[in-house]
């Protein structure tokens, strides 16, 4: 298969991902579930090990191939398991994620990446090495910053010669900043949607 078909197969399970998302979303919503704590209790009552599980995995894949909205998931987590739980839940996730795919584009290099973003959005991010001290600077800004490309800068992160434990460090103390602000942001958020459609 070429980058160009897995690009599109990969567009193509974003959009399903997407959709049944917003299904399950309303069906759980319709169930009480996302407006009911104790409802919420009782569906996650018998899911306390393999809930969880689960979910980091999810986190994990959807860093690695971006097939779910990270918002969606982010937002799921906090929902399902609380603010704390579902903060940790989703820092180990992404944080795994993050490291697994700087791994991969390092062993498998400018293919590997070409499969997930255009050689456009490629070429765009590259631009960005020339210098590797400043490239460091600005790839921990970003993955501090809420709205930053991180998983491609990730991957590139993984072509240049930034050390192993130059970008575990970054990733470990850069991510939570991300994840609070994004989790807040969809809780508080998803919150006001609802008291709308509730009036």
């Known amino acids: 298969m070429s980058a160009k078909d897995s690009r ?11 959709i049944l998302m917003i299904l399950l979303g309303i069906y759980w919503y319709k169930m009480g579930i996302l407006t009911d704590q104790v409802k919420m209790k009782e569906y996650l009552s ?5 809930g969880p599980l689960i979910f980091v995995f999810i986190q994990i894949i959807q860093v690695v191939i971006p097939i779910i909205p990270g918002g969606v998931s982010l937002v799921a987590g906090v ?4 603010p704390l739980w579902g903060f940790i839940y ?7 994620g993050s490291i697994i795919i700087f791994f991969l584009a390092r062993f498998y290099g400018k293919p590997f990446i070409l499969h997930l973003v255009s050689e456009e ?8 090495t020339v ?26 992160a993984g072509l240049t010669e930034m050390k ?3 970008y575990i460090m ?9 994840i609070l602000a994004y989790s807040l942001g969809l809780v508080y958020g998803s919150k006001w949607f609802l008291k709308i459609l509730g009036k």
Not at 8 to 18: E, G, H
Not at 90 to 96: K, T
Not at 131 to 156: R, S
Not at 171 to 178: C, D, E, Q, R, V
Request: a positive charge; glycine letters at 4%.
């Open 8 to 18: 599109k197969l990969i567009n193509i399970i974003t959009v399903i991902s997407t």
């Open 46 to 50: 018998d899911k306390q090990v393999i």
């Open 79 to 82: 929902i399902f398991f609380g």
């Open 90 to 96: 989703n820092y180990v996730g992404i944080v795994i």
């Open 121 to 128: 959005t490629y070429n765009k991010y590259m631009k960005w």
């Open 131 to 156: 210098n590797q001290k400043k490239f460091n600077h600005i790839f921990a800004w970003c993955i501090i910053a809420p709205v930053a490309p991180d998983d491609i800068l990730c991957m590139i």
């Open 164 to 166: 192993v434990s130059t």
């Open 170 to 178: 970054i990733i470990i103390f850069g991510k939570p900043w991300t």
